[in-house]
């Protein structure tokens, strides 16, 4: 990762762990390439500043909330707070790194003195002539891209290396382009070519995109035989992809990077064209701003002592002022989420397994039971004593339920757990008694006695709480016109005598058609009764 935390400041750029940053309060990226955003993502949530063109790239491609993206003009000077009362400020200024789409150098002024951080960049003469660099001020600290920072690496400049791509596509005039890049980076590169030869420039529908927002001229498109510039992912120049190109149309493919890169094929070609500054131009560019001391941007790769002849004398660490010692040292604002989630992992939370007490249990479902039946007790209808079963004991079939479908006898009882209270309840439909839900032949089949039914009119029973309206069913006070309920709870009993049925009576002997003749079989005597009443 190429990023820094500046000690003795509150400033990191291109450093996006939080876990690590410390006192670090003003974050700033200097492009978007993938090794200057690493832990960077959409849940960032802290003030973060770039240019504009990195702004657009951000949200596009990370995600990142606009509200948290502050973008600041390339070329121009901004004050920024160092605390939260605003008694101490910085100056930063952005300078085009020359680098890609959108890169930028930042140069920092403030109590800590003058530092420039410059990010990727290639160097060029007309860098100090900027404003910000053309006063002569002494720059205290010197980030410096040290990528190519190798004495026994030589680079041709941008412009040389660019004339040998197209010296080389100009020996193959019958043979399609195949460049390989990165994602983002060496546009004008590819405009340059499609001007020289007069070609479109096949692109990828995100490269076109970019393209478009720097404002490049039109030579692009995404129609694939449209041109035989193809500019495709650096990865995808392979022996395999070469071999496959070339079944269909000659092919040759170019690398245009600094780095050294296995040739796999004969036909792919390493030109060092080189987005970062040559040993050369960076010695020339340390010699210019005469720093006090160089820190390199790549850390694993050293250069301190290239430069030592160029260097200023080094100054005394600055003091930190107090409110910006307390504004490093306070805890950031969190976002409203980050607090949700704080107070919600804060609850209390029970650990392992709970088991409640058996004792408590059973006196909680004796007790359970005792209401239940004095409830019961209390809203009795029956004018005389009538045994009913406690729907808190196990349910017992004394008959065979579905003969057709069963040749054995059930006699056993069906099982109801009381600890973890898994029961299915019956319930009768709205309008009927438990008692008036089941039908006799159902009723005589459970061994269970004669219904109650209320008194009611002919349009059906009566919903009243007089005990004295509740009459046996077999009562000469029941009118013949209350025949519907009655043929209505025929209809339920083959439902119910299915939930009553146990499961692996099904498994043994069910079928679909033997099913098919109890629903006739029910449903036939519905019929008669239905005739009957018509005629």
């Known amino acids: 990762m190429n990023g820094v935390l500046i000690p003795h400041t509150p400033i990191a750029v291109d450093f996006w762990s939080l876990r690590r940053a410390g006192a670090a309060r003003l974050f700033f990226l200097s492009h978007m390439h993938s090794d200057h955003t690493v832990g960077l993502s959409s849940t960032w949530a802290r003030p973060l500043y770039c240019s504009p063109i990195t702004a657009h790239l951000l949200h596009r491609h990370l995600q990142v909330s606009k509200q948290w993206i502050r973008v600041l003009e390339v070329g121009e000077s901004h004050v920024l707070p160092l605390d939260e009362i605003g008694r101490e400020t910085m100056t930063v200024t952005l300078i085009d790194a020359n680098h890609c789409p959108g890169s930028v150098m930042f140069l920092f002024e403030g109590y800590f003195g003058t530092i420039l951080y410059t990010g990727d960049f290639r160097y060029t003469p007309s860098m100090l002539k900027e404003p910000a660099l053309a006063l002569g001020k002494q720059i205290h600290t010197l980030y410096l891209d040290n990528t190519n920072c190798n004495p026994a690496l030589v680079l041709p400049s941008r412009q040389e290396a660019a004339h040998q791509i ?101 036909d792919i070609h390493v030109i060092p064209y080189s987005d970062h500054s040559s040993y050369s131009e960076l010695c020339a560019f340390v010699a210019a701003l005469k720093p006090c001391q160089v820190v390199p941007i790549v850390s ?128 009768a439909p709205l309008g009927f008694s438990d008692e008036e839900f089941l039908s006799p032949e159902t009723r005589e089949e459970l061994g269970l006695g004669p219904p109650l039914i209320p008194r009611g009119d002919n349009n059906g029973p009566a919903a009243t709480g007089n005990q004295s309206a509740w009459i046996e069913h077999d009562s000469p006070l029941f009118p013949r016109g209350n025949a519907a309920p009655f043929l209505a709870t025929e209809s339920r009993d083959l439902a119910l005598k299915y939930l009553l049925t146990p499961v692996n009576f099904f498994q043994a002997g069910f079928s679909s058609r033997s099913f098919d003749q109890q629903v006739e079989k029910y449903h036939k005597p519905i019929l008669k009764n239905r005739q009957e009443t018509t005629e």
């Open 300 to 427: 694993r790769q050293p250069c301190r002592d290239y430069f030592q002849d160029s260097l200023s004398p080094m100054l005394s660490i600055p003091l930190i002022p107090d409110s910006v010692q307390q504004y490093m040292s306070s805890s950031p604002k969190k976002p409203a989420f980050l607090w949700l989630l704080e107070k919600r992992l804060k609850r209390p939370r029970t650990q392992g397994v709970v088991f409640e007490s058996p004792q408590e249990n059973a006196d909680k479902s004796q007790a359970d039971r005792d209401s239940k039946k004095t409830k019961k007790e209390n809203l009795s209808f029956c004018p005389r004593d009538f045994e009913k079963q406690p729907s808190s004991h196990p349910l017992r079939v004394k008959k065979q339920l579905f003969p057709d479908l069963c040749s054995k006898e059930w006699d056993e009882e069906v099982p109801f757990c009381e600890s973890q209270k898994m029961v299915t309840v019956l319930t």
């Open 166 to 266: 197209i010296q080389l596509i100009r020996r193959h005039p019958q043979h399609n382009i195949k460049i390989g890049l990165y994602s983002l980076g060496k546009e004008s590169l590819l405009e340059q070519l499609a001007l020289e030869f007069q070609t479109w420039v096949v692109l990828s529908p995100q490269r076109l995109e970019l393209v478009q927002l720097l404002g490049l001229a039109d030579v692009f498109t995404v129609e694939e035989k449209a041109g035989r510039i193809h500019a495709v992912e650096h990865m995808q120049i392979c022996r395999s992809a070469m071999l496959h190109w070339n079944q269909t149309h000659p092919t040759i493919a170019i690398l245009p990077t600094s780095r050294k890169i296995h040739r796999s094929h004969p």
